[in-house]
């Protein structure tokens, strides 16, 4: 039931602002000596989202809890983990299937 219950939280966080977030961090991460990072602080993030930055902070905790996003360095910028790379291509596939069967 557990499992269940965390699958229901992670489709309940990925069908909003936080799966269009997880996108955009996705795009904005360039490459580095230690790999791919957002190089972008929160200001310029909810400035390229179009919010605040009080209602971008809530988003980015929640990534980061879900294992999505990971802090890289305090204050130096975040990277999107494996997981999060796999969570946007889920979705893209799902989206593909419905667009196809639309067909």
Do not use: W
Not at 8 to 27: I, P, Q
Not at 29 to 56: C, M, P, Y
Request: aromatic share 4%.
């Amino acid at each position: 039931m557990d499992h269940l219950n965390a699958q229901r939280g992670l489709v309940n966080l990925f069908t909003s602002d936080s799966y269009r977030l997880l996108c955009l961090l996705e795009n904005l991460q360039a490459d580095t000596l230690n790999g791919k990072r957002v190089r972008e602080s929160q200001e310029e993030i909810a400035r390229l989202f179009h919010v605040s930055k009080g209602k971008l902070n809530p988003l980015m905790q929640a990534l980061v809890a879900s294992g999505c996003v990971q802090k890289y360095r305090a204050r130096s910028g975040y990277t999107v983990t494996p997981l999060g790379e796999q969570v946007v291509a889920c979705v893209e596939q799902l989206e593909s299937l419905d667009t196809t069967s639309e067909r």
